[in-house]
């Protein structure tokens, strides 16, 4: 008894020939351009090629970046401050855990702020939302970022992205109307702004709780029932088992309020400092366009 080839597969057929069955060699016709390309290393539902899925994400990027400058580049300001504003009604064990809430805030602000630096630095490469989306803030990505700021002016900063300095803004100030100028410079000081308050996660217990977090949301006011550990009564802990290892780590953080209210004005400075920069991307971005229809990334090999 014989099978009949199925006329309409789903998901589509790969394409087999019989010397490749060995290496199990799947192939797929892209949607897009037509052009077959390889199902190796991607779901097997992947109905474009990677040159034009590049392309799709291209064309998505100013829109992408616009709605979240207005949107949700606040998300992380607006969160924090809410949670703070809350601690006037709550007991002390939950000032703790809104605390933390707090500080898991400056860490999602710092994490995109890093991000989006890094995307921008990229974008000759790969496309912008592809590096900001699959960006995950731990040891090595703090410190590949340090690497690239660490020591740099804002002058600098801003130069590494080819984007307008400082410097560029003075000598423009007698062409541009005053308004124009003023909102440069303020952008351009807020993105240097930004950029410090992010570097001080890579100050110890900071960096060990963005890397507990990624592996536990177990919290403690107390550590007591653990042998040889204690925190202070101001602080709350973070509790990761760490299995390969077999230890069980704590990273406490002081939460009192004076301390929160350093993580709130730090988040507020790194949202600014998102903004700004994407605000700055998208004027020279279509500066360029005027004089070039097809952007640098667009070019991109």
Wanted: net charge negative.
């Amino acid at each position: 008894m014989t099978s009949q080839r199925p006329t309409e597969p789903y998901p589509r057929e790969p394409y087999r020939v019989e010397t490749d069955r060995r290496h199990d060699v799947a192939i797929a016709s892209c949607d897009d351009c037509g052009d077959e390309f390889d199902l190796t290393a991607v779901d097997p539902r992947t109905r474009v090629c990677a040159t034009c899925w590049d392309r799709s994400l291209d064309a998505i990027e100013v829109a992408f970046l616009d709605n979240y400058a207005k949107f949700g580049a606040k998300a992380h300001r607006t969160v924090a401050e809410a949670l703070f504003r809350s601690q006037a009604l709550a007991d002390p064990d939950d000032r703790k855990v809104i605390g933390m809430r707090i500080v898991e805030e400056y860490l999602n602000a710092a994490q995109d702020l890093m991000a989006l630096y890094v995307a921008l630095r990229r974008r000759r490469e790969q496309p912008l939302l592809s590096t900001f989306t699959n960006f995950e803030l731990n040891a090595p990505s703090v410190a590949a970022f340090r690497i690239l700021t660490a020591g740099r002016t804002a002058d600098e900063l801003l130069r590494d992205l080819q984007l307008p300095t400082l410097a560029d803004v003075d000598a423009a100030r007698g062409d541009i109307p005053r308004r124009d100028w003023r909102q440069f410079a303020a952008a351009v000081m807020a993105v240097a702004n930004g950029i410090e308050r992010v570097q001080k996660v890579d100050q110890g217990v900071l960096l060990e709780l963005a890397d507990g977090l990624n592996q536990s949301s177990a919290i403690t006011h107390k550590l007591e029932w653990l042998p040889d550990r204690a925190m202070n009564p101001d602080q709350v802990a973070l509790v990761v088992l760490n299995q390969r290892r077999r230890v069980l780590m704590t990273h406490a953080l002081a939460v009192h309020e004076p301390q929160l209210e350093v993580f709130i004005d730090a988040i507020d400075k790194i949202t600014a400092a998102a903004r700004d920069l994407i605000w700055l991307y998208l004027h020279v971005r279509d500066s360029v366009a005027l004089d070039d229809p097809q952007p640098d990334r667009v070019r991109r090999s």
